[in-house]
């Protein structure tokens, strides 16, 4: 038996019905949610800007020698008449010394562990607890990205280590090593510097040097103009970052140094000279300085940009190579229930039909609209108040929904 052309139209037709139907009944019983789970969060009121970093320093040449080695660190400090750095007539005799040192250095380590281990009665849990530290320590410290102190921590590391091992007794055999160490340094140790070259400052050593270090008169620094500012930001962008490479470093001789920017004057209303603030730095894992408002909290009226100039006295090896930074200056800090916007909504209240902000969170399968206050917003989050003690408030980790339709208080949702 064939089925007419209409009857088939009239089958599709009502299965698309059921079809519909049954779409419409599962999206009322299913409603799909994301969610975020509610934290505290910080946020910062803030002025971006581009600084100029002005600092006393003093460069160190390294005049007609021909090769040399620094004997400091960056970041290091040295007073004065302290040797900076090592000449040498050739570069293969600064190669020579170079190892010369890394051998006495090996040796001075071997040597300590030997006098470690002699006589030694540690048993192999208090070592296994030692070793299970200094693990945690290097971890830190390689988080941390500091090179010396990772330097440092996996130095101690191997000690822990190199020790169990004598301890439970595998063959270690530190009195061969260190005759080997010995016998290389023995051959190494006609090479010695010709002279040295010293500081005529007290300060802090840095090897990097930009050519921009007399650009500013440090004397003159916190009288510094909007159009001074400026031109001596374009000199530095003009010739790009780059190590000057005709000195062997530089002193930076005063601990109190500067970040100089220009800001639109009203972005600096809620701010006072004298003021102290906080400095991020972006390009720089995030670095946050303490610093002190000297002057350009306060233009003068109808001044359309400020020269606001900032003091700090926090010093290390890499601020000693800033000339010009991308900083975040931190004028107040709020602190809040962080969502995206979206989850924000206004409600009726049933008792009182009066209008009030917040957002609708999810316990289990029910809807509970939570009340809160925006403190902050931005394009696009807001930050919510948090009270503990608000009955119907926010609580810390709620299950806040983010997206999600026909959300009403008291709704269960399967």
């Known amino acids: 038996m064939k089925i007419k052309k209409d009857t088939w139209a009239i089958i599709i037709a009502v299965v698309l019905v059921f079809a519909y139907i049954f779409y419409q009944c599962y999206s009322v019983m299913h409603i799909d949610f994301k969610t975020e789970t509610a934290v505290l969060s910080t946020v910062y009121e803030k002025i971006d800007a581009t600084a100029l970093v002005v600092r006393d320093e003093k460069t160190i040449s390294a005049g007609s020698s021909t090769v040399t080695v620094p004997c400091v660190s960056d970041g290091d400090k040295i007073n004065v008449g302290g040797n900076v750095a090592m000449a040498f007539s050739t570069s293969e005799a600064a190669e020579n010394y170079s190892k010369y040192l890394d ?11 030997e006098s470690q281990t002699v006589g030694q009665a540690a048993s192999v849990e208090s070592i296994n607890d030692e070793i299970g530290e200094n693990i945690n320590n290097f971890v830190r410290a390689a988080s941390n990205k500091s090179i010396e102190d990772v330097e440092d921590k996996s130095s101690k590391l191997n000690d822990s280590i190199l020790r169990r091992q004598m301890i439970i007794g595998e063959d270690v055999d530190l009195l061969s090593i260190i005759q080997d160490l010995r016998k290389q340094a023995q051959s190494y140790s006609s090479s010695k510097p010709d002279s040295f070259i010293t500081t005529k400052e007290s300060g802090v050593f840095s090897s990097y040097t930009d050519g921009f270090e007399n650009l500013v008169d440090y004397e003159k620094a916190e009288e510094m103009s909007v159009e001074s500012i400026n031109n001596a930001l374009k000199k530095v962008d003009e010739a790009g970052e780059k190590n000057d490479g005709k000195n062997i470093g530089k002193i930076v001789t005063s601990y109190a140094w500067y970040f100089e920017c220009v800001v639109d004057s009203n972005k600096v209303l809620n701010l006072e000279d004298g003021q102290n603030v906080q400095i991020a730095l972006k390009n720089n894992d995030a670095s946050v300085l303490n610093v002190q408002i000297v002057s350009g909290a306060e233009p003068k009226m109808g001044q359309k940009k400020t020269a606001l100039i900032l003091k700090s006295s926090n010093m290390d090896s890499k601020i000693a190579s800033l000339r010009k930074a991308d900083i975040e200056i ?48 931005d394009n696009d989050y807001v930050i919510l108040s948090f009270d503990p003690d608000k009955p119907n408030g926010i609580r810390l980790y709620d299950q806040i929904i983010t997206q999600g339709k026909e959300l009403e208080d008291g709704k269960i949702y399967i």
């Open 103 to 113: 051998i006495e250095k090996d040796l001075k380590y071997y040597e300590n562990l």
């Open 330 to 377: 931190r004028t107040n800090s709020l602190e809040g229930i962080k969502v995206p916007a979206s989850a924000l909504h206004v409600a009726k209240d049933k008792k009182s039909k009066k209008e009030k902000k917040g957002v609708y969170v999810l316990i289990s399968s029910q809807v509970k609209f939570r009340e809160a206050e925006v403190i902050y917003s």
